[in-house]
């Protein structure tokens, strides 16, 4: 069930001309992680829309004395950071339609998608559409999203990939467009 531009477009209005980059990639990446059915499709993308902006951003926003808490203390060592100030932070800041964060997510994403770790060198290739999307149908997968959209338990999947109910609201309103647009019963 492939998505036309047009309906990724409805689906996410701010997008604007970013609905044309990313519909071939989004495609591809849900088809390769099974992200295949109406309702799994609709909670994946109301989830893609919030943590992007819709969009607009494939990299966490934030200058570098938010970064900071990436970088040390205890954030930064969950994340796998090294402890030292020595810009982690800054490298391994968010980026992809989820944004895939940290030292550790870098590493275990790269391991997913390219079998290596080019991520830790090249850490902007999520920044690029087709990684960008490959990453996060990769999260999605890894973290057993699929079954949780089958059952409609959205609350949860925004718990296993915001770590809480950060922006619920909005992630509510976009899974709300995405189900009526795509989980019309066929006539």
């Known amino acids: 069930m492939p998505l036309t531009s047009a309906q990724l477009q409805q689906l ?3 997008a604007r001309t970013q609905a044309g980059v990313f519909i071939s990639a989004l495609n591809t990446a849900m088809t390769h992680r099974n992200i295949n059915t109406p309702k799994r499709i609709a909670a994946f993308l109301a989830q893609v829309g919030h943590e992007s902006g819709q969009l607009q951003y ?15 203390g205890s954030l930064a060592a969950r994340l796998g950071n090294t402890p030292q100030a020595d810009g982690d932070g800054q490298k391994y800041r968010g980026r992809g339609l989820i944004q895939i964060t940290g030292r550790d ?9 390219f079998g290596d770790d080019r991520l830790l060198f090249i850490p902007e290739l999520l920044e690029k559409p087709q990684w960008a999307a490959e990453s996060a149908a990769w999260f999605w997968e890894q973290k057993g999203l699929n079954e949780l959209a089958d059952r409609d338990q959205f609350n949860s999947i925004t ?5 809480g109910l950060n922006g619920l609201e909005d992630r509510l ?10 989980c ?3 006539v």
């Open 58 to 72: 494939v990299r966490e926003l934030g200058n570098d004395h938010y970064l900071s808490k990436y970088d040390t």
């Open 12 to 14: 996410f209005p701010n």
């Open 159 to 163: 718990r296993r990939i915001n770590g």
């Open 105 to 113: 997510n870098y590493r275990t994403c790269s391991l997913g998608l």
């Open 173 to 182: 309103q976009l899974w709300t467009r995405a189900r009526a647009l795509l």
């Open 184 to 186: 019309q019963p066929s």
